[in-house]
C-alpha cells in the first residue's frame, strides 16, 4: 500500500511514544535499584539551561498530539502539564496515545498540501503545507524530545540500548 | 502532491545533515573562540560506554546512505570511516549529501513492500517491508544519531538552540 500523512506519522508516534514509556521503567526500575529518589531523573538535565527530563517527555508528547491535531482538524485535549514523576509521565504518554487512537485515519489522508499554521515561540505564528510541517518539524521535533530524554536518562548511568530505543520496531 | 516514499525520505536527510554541519561549526567556532583543541569535542561522549561525537556523526550519515541504497537498489559508495576532525565530519556529510543527490527519486518511490534485509549486530540479520524499514529503523536512527551530536555538544558549553537543528525547515 502506498505511504500516506497518516501511515508516515501515526505508527511513528505509536511505537516511539511507546519505546519512551519503556526507556522511563528502566529509569525507574534503575534508581529504586540502586536505592535513589526517581525524582533525581526527572530533574536531570544535560545542561543547566537545557529542559530537563519532564519537560522533554511532555513536549515529546505534545508534538504529535498538536501535529495530528492541526492536520487533521480534530481538536486535542488539553492536558495541564503537572507530571513531576515518572508514573505521571507514563500516564501522560498513555493519554496522548489513547487519544491518537480516536483521530480518523482519512481525516490525516491528503493533507499534504494543507496549510498549517502554528506558533514559534511566544509571539510568531509560522505557515507551512502539511507535508512539510510533519517532515521537517513534527519529526524533528518529536525525535529529538525522545531521543534527549533517553540521552539524560542513559547520562545519569540507566542501562539502556539503541534495541530500548527500536524496541517496538516490526 | 501525495507522500512517496522518496518525499518522506530524501528532503528529510538533506535538510537534517545540512543542519547537522551547520552544528558542527558552531562546535568548531567555540573551541577557536575558548582557545581549547575541537579534538576536545569530537571525542567527547555523553557516557563512558556512549559512541563519541565522531562515531555519532558517521553513523547518522551511513544511515541515509545506507537506507536509501537498500530502498532504492542503487549501489553505495563505501566511506572508511577514518575521520577525527570537525573539518573531515563536514566532508563526510558532504559527500553523503553529494550520492544522495545522484539516486533517481523513482527508484525510491513505490518500494513500500519491498522487503529489505539489513544487519543487526554482527552475526544477525532482519527483515523489514520497505515504509516499515523507513519508518521504524531508518528515521529514528538517524534523529537519535543527530541529536546525539548535538547534546554532545550543548552538554560540552556549546551554544545550540532548537533553531539550529530544525534551521533549514522551510
Not at 7 to 21: C, D, G, H, M, V
Not at 71 to 87: C, M, N, Q, R
Not at 103 to 120: A, H, N
Amino acid at each position: 500500500m502506498a505511504i500516506s500523512m497518516a501511515s508516515a506519522s501515526l505508527p511513528i508516534f505509536r511505537t516511539t511514544l511507546k519505546n519512551l514509556s519503556h526507556i522511563l521503567d528502566k529509569g525507574l526500575a534503575h534508581a529504586q535499584a540502586r536505592k535513589f529518589d526517581p525524582q533525581v531523573l526527572t530533574v536531570a538535565r544535560l545542561a543547566p539551561d537545557m529542559l530537563p527530563l519532564t519537560r522533554q517527555v511532555l513536549i515529546a508528547c505534545d508534538g504529535p498530539k498538536l501535529g495530528i491535531a492541526r492536520l487533521s482538524g480534530v481538536e486535542a485535549p488539553k492536558f495541564e502539564d503537572t507530571e513531576t514523576t515518572i508514573e505521571e509521565l507514563k500516564a501522560r504518554i498513555a493519554k496522548t496515545l489513547a487519544w491518537l487512537d480516536t483521530v480518523p485515519v482519512e481525516k490525516i489522508d491528503g493533507t499534504e498540501d494543507k496549510d498549517i499554521t502554528f506558533p514559534v515561540g511566544r509571539e510568531a505564528t509560522r505557515t507551512m503545507k502539511g507535508e512539510a510541517y510533519l517532515k521537517h518539524w513534527v519529526l524533528p521535533n518529536f525525535f529529538f524530545h525522545v531521543t534527549t530524554a533517553y540521552a539524560i536518562l542513559r547520562h545519569n548511568g540507566v542501562e539502556l540500548g539503541k534495541a530500548d530505543y527500536l524496541a517496538g520496531a516490526q
